[in-house]
């Protein structure tokens, strides 16, 4: 099982779709998290949980809250439009959340995640996964939050293990990883860097009890990740129209949802930080298309990309 990792920014509803329709080899979505701000749900998010913008058979929204009281706002929310799974964000490390006590801020507070998910499970609308780090500051963290968690019937547990500091930096750590495999009583998802075939096989030998995989980078950089680990084929000319395919498919979604064809360009530039991994000058590729300033001027730097990979 291949799941597509919340990434605020990259992974929103235009690309999750256009992903679907496209590729279909993935078996999860998860919506980048949504928020309260002054006691509800600000409008920025409105549109990325409309049921209509996901279609998908699994579409799992992910909620980011200090509290049980935002929680339970933010879940009533959600089941007022159709869903009925919920994922916890207990691993954001940005400190613009963590500040605010939520994200992996939580991480070193095992009683307040007892408050949420008691809250949650005393009255429960749905099924809830958590998606978490290793910890805040130290990897020691997660033994207690482990202890909360095995107390609650969770649906599954995704972990990304490494400290919020780390960013998305420095080594995951596989101890951390194998404790939680050891000790949680839910379903462990991995999540980390994995971004190639040789990275998921070493994974899998390394965690051999672990049956299911969120990707987030390593499919933004390499949309065929998931082909690649599922085993299945394709031709250097099915690659190149699959490729082509999915960036016609954005681009077309962007300037139908955008309020002008300058928001929708910005949103392809920021498309390409990752998808510029796909061709063999990545970086000339990625330097040309952040300095470009119209539609047509970016329609001919994309041409000539596609160009050097179909030859």
């Not at 099982?1 to 256009?18: E, K």
């Not at 499970?121 to 998606?131: D, P, Q």
Request: hydrophobic share 40%.
């Amino acid at each position: 099982m291949i799941y597509l990792a919340p990434l605020q920014g990259f992974t929103d509803y235009v690309y999750r779709d256009s992903f679907a329709k496209v590729f279909n080899t993935v078996d999860a979505y998860f919506i980048p998290y949504i928020s309260v701000k002054n006691n509800k749900v600000p409008n920025k998010y409105i549109r990325e949980i409309l049921p209509e913008n996901n279609t998908q058979n699994r579409v799992v929204p992910q909620i980011l809250a200090k509290d049980a009281a935002e929680f339970e706002l933010l879940e009533n929310d959600l089941a007022d439009h159709g869903y009925s799974e919920f994922n916890l964000n207990l691993g954001c490390p940005y400190p613009m959340v963590t500040n605010r006590g939520k994200g992996s801020g939580l991480l070193p507070f095992p009683e307040e995640i007892y408050k949420i998910l008691d809250h949650f499970y005393s009255s429960a609308k749905g099924e809830l996964s958590v998606k978490l780090r290793a910890g805040f500051k130290s990897a020691d963290e997660i033994k207690d939050v482990i202890k909360v968690l095995n107390q609650f019937p969770l649906k599954e547990v995704i972990l990304h293990a490494r400290v919020a500091g780390q960013l998305y930096s420095g080594e995951i750590d596989e101890n951390a990883f194998s404790y939680a495999a050891d000790m949680l009583k839910h379903k462990l998802v991995y999540n980390g860097d994995v971004f190639s075939v040789e990275d998921y096989r070493y994974k899998q030998n390394k965690f051999q009890g672990v049956d299911t995989w969120m990707l987030g980078r390593g499919i933004l950089m390499n949309p065929f990740l998931p082909h690649e680990i599922k085993g299945i084929q394709s031709t250097p000319k099915e690659r190149f129209e699959l490729l082509h395919t999915f960036h016609q498919t954005i681009l077309k979604r962007y300037l139908e949802v955008m309020d002008n064809e300058g928001n929708a360009l910005n949103k392809m530039k920021q498309f390409w930080i990752y998808f510029s991994y796909c061709f063999p000058n990545q970086r000339k590729v990625l330097k040309y298309i952040k300095k470009v300033r119209s539609l047509n001027k970016y329609g001919e730097i994309v041409k000539s990309a596609f160009y050097e990979i179909s030859c």
